[in-house]
């Protein structure tokens, strides 16, 4: 899970800017016990600016269009959409994004 979680955020992250940061699971882990939380996990990817990478007009929604930019299967934006509203705002997006990866 680990490894899993770590290669699949850095692969997503390989086409922005944000490689050059420190990414590694050791660095979302912020109290050491081997785990990242939901709290751990939304800080860190929100401090890296990913959500924002996607919302290319700014607007603080991600759009179906925008989504489709994420390399997520597009089936997932429904389901992430937790109010239905047809938009994705950050909390839907980095708890979408959570979600699957927490295999257990």
């Given amino acids: 899970m680990r490894n899993t979680l ?4 850095a692969a997503s ?3 922005t800017s944000l490689c050059a940061q420190d990414i590694s ?6 109290n050491g016990d081997g785990k990242v939380t939901q709290d751990e996990y939304h800080g860190r990817i ?7 990478e996607f919302d290319k007009d700014g607007d603080g929604y991600l759009t ?4 489709a930019e994420t390399n997520y299967d ?5 389901d992430w959409d937790v109010n239905n509203d047809g938009q994705l705002d950050k ?3 980095y708890e979408g994004v959570f979600e699957y990866y927490d295999e257990n």
């Fill in 64 to 67: 179906s269009e925008e989504f």
């Fill in 25 to 30: 699971f050791d660095s979302m882990d912020s």
């Fill in 13 to 15: 992250l390989m086409s």
């Fill in 6 to 9: 770590f290669l699949v955020i």
């Fill in 91 to 93: 909390y839907e997006y």
């Fill in 46 to 52: 929100s401090d890296w600016g990913t959500y924002s």
């Fill in 74 to 78: 597009s089936q997932l934006y429904d």
